[in-house]
């Protein structure tokens, strides 16, 4: 893909648009500051963003045409959140759109950035030193920031770690992003910390214990450099989401942490090394569950899990007010299920049985059902 240049106006903020031969919408969040924002959508047409203290959503659709524009925000300085949607129309088309290097780099008074990508229709390209501009940011989602394999963004060592108020950061399949030795331990106003993929991240043991963390999530198949010792995870007491995929990594958890987290929402575990050997009766005491995935665990292993929620079925706290809670237990194998039929029984003695209680209720207990994601089949409360 040939990137369009446009660098008439140094204060202002561009992405661009990519669209075929049928109509295409364009949607961004954005807050502004002080002042008015134009912006101008490349093929004639302008909004005015009048600065409201709150975010808001403005949308474009483009003709039916084979195009590209350059969208342009005539003053950066002046965005202090930006989003970019993967909008859809009714027919299903969306418009692709990308960020040129240089031009995150301009987003000086930001504290929050949403420049999520799906590899297909959404990028976002920075170059060396352009993050550390950004010391006003304190979120920053930058997901599956490559639109094609020759065109990825890249960060030094010390970028990510100038970054004073940084609250929450998610980098994703960024293999010229460095993260280098120290710099994670020296993030202690961190409380997620996201990424996958990430072959120059360093995380050192020891550097763990230093995070105060909401969310932890690591993964990856090229990640050599991620050590993290037994006892570590534990330490992280505050843990409300803990994901790990993949096997590459050098991290250890020993049967017993996860048990100790008595915070924790959200648990995934895909693919992971056996150094994580996470077991039935760590989720002894855990209530507020509101997903779980477990990929690859033997049918024995998920009906002593199923034993152990239905055991304390009426102890779940529904804390995210979604009024269920999600089990996925399939994997890429797809073979694996738990034991037994799925069919009402007084009591429940296999991992099926346990999942028809704890999906219909039959008994009329009044708990907080469950959906379950199986190799079998998908199973939800009526």
Known sequence: MTRPTSRT????????????????????GLTVITGNLTISWGDGSANTVVGVGGPVDVSHTYAAAVNTFVVTFDRA????????YYYTTGSAHRCAITSNLGEIGKLVNAYKLELTSDNSYLDTQFMVGEIRNLKKAQYLDLRHSQYSTSEKSSMGAGEISSLPLLTFMNLTYMPQVVIGPGEI????????????????????YGDLPHLNLLGLSLGGYDVPNVHIAAGETA??????????FGASMDWTINAGEVATLTKLQDLELYNVPASINVIPTDFIGLYDFTWIWLANWTAAQLDAVLAIIYAQRMLYTDIAGFGYNDFDMT???GVTVPTGIYQDAAPPTTGMEYIYKLVNDPDTEGFVPWEFFT???DYSPP
Request: proline fraction near 2%; aromatic fraction near 18%; charged fraction near 20%.
């Open 9 to 28: 106006n140094d204060f202002a903020f561009r992405i661009f648009a990519y669209t075929t031969a049928a109509a295409y919408i364009l949607k961004v």
């Open 77 to 84: 300085d002046r965005i202090s959140y930006f989003k970019r």
């Open 185 to 204: 331990r020296s993030m202690t106003q961190l409380q997620y910390l996201y990424t996958y993929e990430l072959p120059l991240l360093t995380i050192d």
């Open 235 to 244: 330490t992280q007491s505050n843990l409300i989401n803990l994901w790990c």
């Open 331 to 333: 994997d890429d194998g």
């Open 375 to 377: 190799n079998g089949g």
